[in-house]
């Protein structure tokens, strides 16, 4: 295994130190896949399921799978959807199945 403690870990693991950016703050959701190369469809990220002990912290937001965010005042600013990694796409491939945005 190649894993190194601290690099693969999500912001929010516990005991970790990994520095999120500061355009990033607290608005995003982390929570790990296997470290294996091996697609794990029965562990749909993101849905605060099947969370590890020590990502549990990661997956508390009772709004999960919905990503909410409210602005303190209106906006004509671009809406961005980053998916952020560490490593090379073919080492941290993420399908995503279907991405929904809903301004209210």
């Known amino acids: 295994d190649d ?3 601290g690099f693969d870990d999500c ?6 130190s990994v520095v999120v950016p500061d355009f990033v703050g607290n608005d995003y ?21 099947q969370c590890s002990e020590i990502e549990s912290t990661c997956c508390t937001n009772p709004n999960m799978p919905w990503f909410v965010k409210t602005l303190n005042e209106e906006t004509n ?3 961005e959807l980053r998916v952020c990694c560490t490593l090379t796409p073919t080492s941290e491939e993420i399908p995503l199945d279907i991405i929904e945005i809903y301004i209210k």
């Open 29 to 49: 959701y982390c929570e790990s896949g296997r470290r294996l190369a091996i697609l794990y469809v029965e562990d749909i990220l993101w849905d605060g399921q």
């Open 3 to 5: 894993f190194e403690a």
């Open 77 to 79: 600013d671009d809406i």
């Open 11 to 16: 912001p929010c693991n516990t005991g970790s």
